[in-house]
């Protein structure tokens, strides 16, 4: 568990958050506040909504009705900055999405130097200590193809952290990853978390929801079935939905 999860400020308020793609609603009724400095890690089967409802949280898709307020701006108003809410909210990927012809440090400077009009020194050397923090200093200046999954992924970890964000958004940041090569990433998720980052962690890793999680949120069909602690959700479910997934994946 973070120990910085002591503030009753919220940075994320999700309220009322429906999503339909055509008929299909794949979001309904979804309220979730998070707060500063708190690790929400949501679960749920394939299809339930999850990347569905962090695609909304930065506006990678637009919501057909409810609010979400990110440090006080309704993301969802009209003739709203997006390109400002996005530099406050990192996302990291399944897939890492790196740019293949820029080598690592590259890859790290390019977004803080065109969107946050930083100068190349400033971005070179924000990218070398971030790049530091993931355990990735001797590979600066390596291109993605000659790095593991693992270290592609601590890199775009690196770059999401370059852009200062104020709330970070996992979407089953190690699911494309080797198991011997989670760990590494987790164990950079683990830190940011004792660093006091307010994240929200879609994942399929039992251990890092238990271990790290201030909340665990459980959703299913596309609402938030059960949320509680870790030893909450994962020791007494309530739900006989959350019991089942959860039987069925341990
Ligand atoms: P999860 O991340 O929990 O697996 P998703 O949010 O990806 O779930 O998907 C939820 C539902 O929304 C699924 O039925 C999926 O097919 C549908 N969906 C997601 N994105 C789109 C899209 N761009 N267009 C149409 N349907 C989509
Ligand atoms: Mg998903």
Redesign the pocket.
């Known amino acids: 568990m973070s120990e910085t999860n002591n503030s009753n400020e919220v940075v994320v308020s999700i309220k009322n958050l429906q999503?339909a793609?055509?008929d299909?609603v794949?979001?309904r009724d979804i309220d979730l506040d998070v707060h500063k400095g708190e690790v929400v890690v949501v679960l749920?089967?394939?299809?339930?909504?999850?990347?569905?409802?962090?695609?909304c949280i930065n506006r990678l898709?637009h919501p057909t009705s409810g609010s979400i307020v990110v440090e006080g701006v309704d993301v969802c108003a009209k003739g709203v900055d997006l390109n400002k809410v996005r530099t406050h909210l990192g996302m990291v990927f399944q897939q890492f999405n790196l740019f293949p012809h820029l080598s690592v440090k590259k890859n790290v400077m390019l977004a803080q130097q065109k969107v946050l009009k930083r100068s190349k020194e400033e971005a070179e050397k924000i990218a070398v200590e971030e790049l530091t923090k993931v355990g990735l200093a001797e590979r600066i200046d390596f291109m993605p193809s000659q790095l593991s999954g693992g270290q592609q992924q601590r890199v775009a970890i690196a770059r999401a952290l370059s852009m200062n964000p104020h709330v970070m958004l996992f979407?089953?940041a190690t699911s494309a990853l080797d198991p011997e090569l989670v760990r590494d990433v987790l164990g950079v998720m683990r830190d940011l978390a004792h660093d006091g980052m307010t994240m929200i962690v879609?994942t399929h890793e039992m251990g890092f929801a238990r271990d790290v999680a201030d909340r665990v949120v459980f959703?299913d069909g596309?609402v938030i079935v059960e949320e509680g602690t870790p030893s909450e959700v994962f020791d007494h479910p309530k739900s006989e939905r959350t019991k089942a997934f959860l039987g069925n994946i341990s």
Not at 44 to 55: D, F, I
């Open positions: 999503k793609f055509g299909n794949v979001l749920g089967p394939s299809g339930s909504g999850k990347s569905t409802m962090l695609r898709e979407d089953e879609v959703m596309g």
